[in-house]
């Protein structure tokens, strides 16, 4: 079965870059997503990477994916104080509709 | 409309009791998502609707939960017999049939509490 795991926690001061990592165990995931929920709103998708990829770059935000090691990582560049919430990682496999997601790992920037 | 919207945003009921829980997804998206989060958790799925069919069902917990989308647009998830353990966060999600990526857009939740 799918299986997403995060570390539930992150600290980091502003200005620092964040690393957010996730492993996976579906080898036929085609999809990998990181979506950010602040306190008391819904989930927001940031970014995706699609599974023949191995990076992505948004902005301040860059997507590695080790499709070899079924590792996903977030990197936030130049970590602001808004950007405190808990980031899920989620994968879609094949045939599936529906996304399974990570426990989240709560991201704390200090000043 | 503009956003996936849920109704109530909170509900308290009391062991035994029935509850419903609504959600009007955003206007074209024929995929609609229902997952339940619990506190420190992520997002469990629980049912996911293609139009009016209820395309893959596997999440759901037991009998006591039941969702239907009767016109391909608002869903309503039904919770009988309410326990303490139906406590959490219940996330209603659409996407669009032509993404190819599978993209989700999540309303902001309804918070159940049975007390």
């Known amino acids: 079965g799918e299986d997403v795991e995060q570390s539930l926690f992150l600290s980091v001061r502003e200005g620092d870059s964040s690393v957010i990592n996730c492993t996976y165990t579906?080898?036929?995931?085609?999809?990998l997503y990181w979506y950010k929920q602040e306190p008391g709103a819904g989930l927001q998708l940031l970014t995706y990477?699609?599974?023949?990829?191995d990076m992505k770059q948004d902005q301040r935000l860059t997507v590695l994916l080790n499709k070899k090691d079924k590792h996903l990582s977030l990197r936030i560049a130049d970590t602001q104080t808004g950007d405190s919430a808990i980031y899920f990682c989620?994968?879609?496999?094949?045939?599936?509709?529906?996304?399974?997601f990570g426990s989240g790992t709560r991201l704390q920037v200090q000043p | 409309g503009a956003g996936v919207s849920q109704t109530p945003s909170n509900k308290v009921t009391e062991k035994g009791k029935y509850v419903e829980l609504r959600c009007d997804p955003i206007?074209?998206?024929?995929?609609l998502y229902w997952y339940r989060q619990s506190l420190g958790q992520g997002p469990e799925f629980l049912i996911y609707?293609?139009?009016?069919?209820?395309?893959?069902d596997s999440g759901l917990p037991n009998d006591r939960f039941f969702a239907v989308r009767p016109e391909g647009s608002v869903s309503t998830l039904k919770i009988q017999r309410t326990e303490r353990g139906d406590s959490a966060v219940y996330l209603c999600?659409?996407?669009?049939?032509?993404?190819?990526?599978?993209?989700?857009?999540f309303g902001e939740g309804s918070r159940l509490t049975v007390l």
């Open positions: 999600a659409s996407s669009s049939r032509t993404a190819n990526t599978g993209e989700l857009f």
């Open positions: 579906d080898s036929s995931s085609t999809y």
């Open positions: 990477i699609f599974s023949n990829m």
């Open positions: 989620a994968e879609k496999a094949t045939g599936r509709r529906a996304l399974t």
């Open positions: 206007s074209g998206h024929t995929a």
């Open positions: 609707f293609q139009g009016t069919g209820a395309a893959d």
